[in-house]
């Protein structure tokens, strides 16, 4: 069984920067393929992006395509999401994941084994 612990997020403003943390416990995660989601009120859960089992692939939405950016420490069995240039359109609940599978990533939350409990970013104008 895998546990994972998110942190970080909070309010920023438009334009700022955030980062999130997704610790894993239970087992390591080294070789799982992981990624981020987010969830707005009333909408979807959608993918945002995401990492490959090695760490050598990544992929992301258009929408975050080079403000945000995904990497793992397998030492510490974490997985972060760096935000930049954050936009009130980027409000949202975010969510870690991890897939048994070592690739591809996947970009459905079918794909995914285990969920983080969320945590909420708030982008003011």
């Known amino acids: 069984q895998v546990q994972l612990v998110q942190s970080g997020g909070g309010v920023v403003q438009a334009g700022g920067s955030l980062r999130l943390s997704c610790a894993a416990s239970?087992?390591?995660?080294?070789?799982?393929?992981m990624g981020w989601f987010r969830q707005a009120p009333g909408k979807e859960r959608e993918f945002v992006g995401g990492?490959?089992?090695?760490?050598?692939?990544?992929m992301y939405a258009d929408s975050v395509k080079g403000r945000f950016t995904i990497s793992r420490d397998t030492a510490k069995n974490t997985l972060y999401l760096q935000m930049n240039s954050l936009e009130p359109e980027d409000t949202s609940a975010y969510y870690c994941?991890?897939?048994?599978?070592?690739?591809?990533?996947?970009?459905?939350?079918?794909?995914?084994?285990?969920w983080g409990q969320g945590t909420q970013v708030t982008v003011s104008s």
């Open positions: 990492i490959s089992g090695s760490g050598g692939t990544t």
């Open positions: 994941a991890a897939s048994f599978r070592t690739w591809p990533i996947g970009i459905t939350k079918s794909n995914y084994d285990y």
């Open positions: 239970g087992r390591t995660v080294s070789s799982y393929a």
